[in-house]
């Protein structure tokens, strides 16, 4: 539910601010959120309960911004925005980031 992400984000990430989902499965939560100071954002919310399979979807994510941005960038691209930041909280979280716009 909504008051779960949210308080989720005030318990690990207290300087985001949620304002809404806008998308919702079993493997993650999309919402809209914002950052004191910086603006609007994306954040994916990934669930894991198996810490070796958090850390390969780390790992496996890690990679994946690196090869989108390098393909990717604001000057020839403004039309794409891919995730820049991914954050492992405790063992079961992965929180990955991009503007909103």
């Known amino acids: 539910?909504?008051?779960?992400?949210?308080?989720?984000?005030?318990?690990?990430?207290?300087?985001?601010?949620?304002?809404e989902t806008i998308n919702k499965n079993a493997i993650y939560s999309s919402v809209i959120a914002e950052i004191e100071n910086e603006g609007p954002i994306v954040c994916k919310l990934y669930y894991e309960s198996n810490k070796n399979k958090l850390d390969e979807m780390l790992t496996f994510m890690t990679e994946e911004i690196k090869e989108k941005q390098e393909m990717f960038n604001i000057v020839s691209h403004p039309n794409v925005l891919p995730y820049h930041s991914i954050y492992k909280r405790g063992d079961k979280f992965l929180l990955i980031f991009r503007q909103y716009v």
């Open 1 to 19: 539910s909504s008051k779960s992400i949210q308080n989720f984000l005030l318990k690990y990430v207290n300087e985001i601010t949620y304002e």
